[in-house]
Every structure is written in structure tokens, then in C-alpha cells.
């Protein structure tokens, strides 16, 4: 695996001036790969390459063919084209003649190909390309930087991922530069990263820091995953530049703001739609009929997703039950009980509105059914919502809930 950072940058309208700021300001020295992802007509020669190359000693390249990355250069797509990650290699396809969103495919590339060895900037622009693929970047533990309103030309495409809870940072490009060589830098300093062979941090350090989490903030992280804890701890020690865990923690000792943040970054979670379709189609096929088949009509079905996190899971095991009711005809009272610690995450369990990439976890014939298309997101359709009782829950404080029929674990 690649030693280098690797930065997606992706813009629009306004971009180019915020991208020549950003390259003015980056230290020639920093240790990563650049990938520019603008926005630009397929009918026009693209001069962005030339531009920046005024703005930097790094060489910059306008990709032309398939291209293994070198740390310290600059990358630039040409019109016309999307670009993907293959075994580390930059991989030209020519677009489509429908809507192309060449940042979220390259950014969704970078979160599965490099992980938390990636940063994802989106600067100026109009539209929502990227805002999907940076939220993949944070969910791999690799850092989301957006370009503030105050110095965007335009607006929407920087400010389209903030709902998500996901952006680490709101910054000019001057500042944005600063962040990624600081972000670079740091993570590099083999006092703290890796720490081992496994990437997991020291396990004294690591009770320290869950002994301040759980003192603080109330939550016992201890039954987490510890590589999963590892790397995002590695990833709030990267964004408040502190050089080994010895510094954090003190930081983190003083600092309730640094202890939210942290307890924020441990609560995210991976979903989707139907994630894991195997287990899925056996709850459908196996399950399901099963626990219908011996309920009376009118009775109580009760479910329980725990760690829902966003609700995907919890929304996924809904439409499998109301299919499920149609098929055998049998009316029956459905509650499924939705819970997790986050209640950032359950807020969006609740609003029911997702964004339109989620159509390639559905199938038209459920997005049709149970979604309402609004603009660019999908409404859960109130039936389907009033299936679920969305409530926080701490799994090792509080008792579980009791009479349930099937309890979906995550």
C-alpha cells in the first residue's frame, strides 16, 4: 500500500480561483498525491493544468492515459473524462451522455482504495456532486474538508455534504492548504502513526482515553472494535495536530469540546440499504414467512435493529415486513424499534430523507413504493415511517427490549 496521503479535491463554478489560493499556499513538501476534479465542458480544451502549475513546484499533470500516482504532484482530469482508482492506478473512462458525477465516483474510489490515508476537499460550485463520496471518505476514517460559505463564490456543491454530521473542517482555501500539510505531516510522524504492525494504538493509552470518554461523556466504548476505535482516535489526533497520543490525551483531558468530538467520531457508523444482501434474502425468504405464519391476525410483530445508526437498516427491514404482510394477506400490528446512541444519526432515522444515491441500493420498484422523490433526495413515504419507534438506547447501560420476535443486531 501506497506510504502517501492522497487528496481529492473536486469544484465547480468559482473553483478555479479557490484552487490557485489552496496550491499558492501548499508547502511544495507535502507528502500526498493531488487529484483535481473540476467540473468542465467536454467541448473546450482545459487550461487548469497550466493555471496551477503557476501556483506550485509540484509538477502538475493533465492525466492523459492510466497513471500510477507519485506523492508530491498534482493531478488533473480533462474534460470529458471520469476517473477511477484501480490497484492504486488513476484510470480514465470517457463519460456518459447521461448526468455525470465524476467526484463522487472518484472520491468513492479513494474512501475503498486508501481509507484514512485520504483527504477530500470540495471547494467552490454549484450542484451536490461529491457530497456522497466525501461522506465515504469520513466514513473510511479520512478526513472531510469543505470551503466556507464566506469565501465560496458559490455555495451548494461545499455545503451539500454538511448535514451529514461527516465534514470535519469549514475552511478557506488558504486555511484548507494549511489543514492538509498539517493533516500530512502529523499523521506521518512515526511517533504515532502507525503504532503497530496492526495500526492499533498502545492498549494503556487506548484505557486512558476511554476511561476520559466514559467519565465525560457518559458512554462505555470498551466493546468496540479496537482497530476501528484505533484509527479514528488516529484520525481526531491528526486534525488537532498533536504528534503521538501522549499530547491528545492531555488534550483530551482538558478539553470538553475535544471530548464531544471524539465521542462523535467513535458513533458513526457504516449502513446502507440492504447491506449484506445474503442475510437480507434470508430474513425475506426464511424468516420472515416463518414468524408471520405462526402470528394471529391483528396481533403484535415486533422487531428490534439496534445500532441503527441512520436508519437504512431499520427502513430495509420494514419493506421486507410490509412485502411480507401483502404476500400472506395477514394484517398485523408492526413496531419495529429503532435505536443506537448517536442522536445525530437518529435525527435522520426520523426525518426519513435520504439522498438519491441511494437508488442504487433499492430497486425501482421499492423506490417507487415506499419513496417520494423530492429534488434530489428521497422521502421515506409515511407509511413505511410509522412503522418505526425511533428512540436513543445504550445497549451496555439500559435493559433491552422485551416480547420481541426478532432482534436485528448490529
Not at 470498551?222 to 484520525?235: A, E, G, V
Not at 437504512?312 to 395477514?330: G, I, N, P, Q, T
Amino acid at each position: 500500500m501506497t506510504k502517501f496521503f492522497v487528496v481529492g479535491i473536486g469544484s465547480s463554478a468559482g473553483g478555479l480561483q479557490a484552487l490557485q489560493e489552496f496550491f499558492s499556499n501548499l508547502p511544495e513538501n507535502t507528502n500526498a498525491a493531488f487529484v483535481v476534479i473540476q467540473h468542465l465542458s467536454p467541448n473546450f480544451k482545459s487550461l487548469i493544468a497550466e493555471l496551477l502549475q503557476r501556483q506550485t513546484k509540484m509538477p502538475v499533470y493533465e492525466i492523459k492515459s492510466d497513471t500510477i500516482m507519485q506523492a508530491k504532484s498534482v493531478y488533473v482530469l480533462p474534460p470529458g473524462k471520469n476517473i477511477i482508482l484501480e490497484n492504486e492506478e488513476l484510470k480514465l473512462l470517457n463519460q456518459s451522455d447521461r448526468i455525470n458525477y465524476p467526484i463522487n465516483l472518484f472520491f468513492q474510489a479513494l474512501a475503498t482504495e486508501f481509507g484514512d490515508r485520504t483527504v477530500g476537499i470540495l471547494l467552490s460550485g454549484t450542484g451536490h456532486d461529491g457530497r456522497e463520496g466525501l461522506q465515504a471518505i469520513g466514513k473510511a476514517g479520512g478526513v472531510a474538508l469543505v470551503q466556507s460559505s464566506e469565501t465560496a463564490q458559490f455555495t451548494s456543491l461545499p455545503e451539500s455534504p454538511l448535514p451529514s454530521g461527516l465534514v470535519d473542517e469549514i475552511l478557506s482555501p488558504h486555511d484548507l492548504a494549511e489543514t492538509v500539510a498539517g493533516i500530512v505531516r502529523f499523521s506521518s510522524n512515526t511517533e504515532f502513526y502507525p503504532m503497530d504492525e496492526t495500526g492499533d494504538i498502545d492498549p494503556n493509552e487506548l484505557q486512558q482515553i476511554l476511561d476520559i470518554l466514559a467519565d465525560r461523556e457518559h458512554i462505555d466504548f470498551s466493546h468496540y472494535k479496537i482497530n476501528t476505535i484505533s484509527r479514528r482516535i488516529k484520525h481526531r489526533c491528526s486534525l488537532t495536530r498533536n504528534p503521538n497520543l501522549k499530547t491528545y490525551i492531555s488534550l483530551l483531558e482538558a478539553s470538553p469540546e475535544e471530548q464531544k468530538l471524539l465521542r462523535q467520531e467513535l458513533l458513526i457508523g457504516a449502513t446502507s440499504f440492504f447491506r449484506d444482501r445474503s442475510a437480507w434474502e434470508f430474513l425475506e425468504n426464511q424468516v420472515l414467512p416463518e414468524l408471520i405464519d405462526r402470528l394471529e391476525p391483528e396481533q403484535q410483530l415486533r422487531i428490534w435493529v439496534s445500532a441503527c445508526a441512520t436508519g437504512e437498516e431499520a427502513y430495509s427491514m420494514a419493506m421486507l415486513v410490509d412485502e411480507a404482510l401483502a404476500r400472506f394477506d395477514k394484517p398485523l400490528h408492526v413496531k419495529i424499534f429503532t435505536t443506537d446512541l448517536d442522536t445525530k444519526a437518529l435525527e435522520v432515522a426520523s426525518s426519513g430523507i435520504y439522498p438519491e444515491n441511494i437508488a442504487n441500493q433499492i430497486s425501482p420498484d421499492r423506490l417507487e413504493r415506499y419513496f417520494t422523490r423530492q429534488g434530489n433526495q428521497f422521502h421515506v413515504r409515511r407509511a413505511l415511517r410509522e412503522m418505526l419507534i425511533i428512540a436513543p438506547h445504550d445497549l451496555t447501560k439500559n435493559a433491552g427490549f422485551s416480547k420481541m420476535h426478532l432482534i436485528i443486531p448490529n
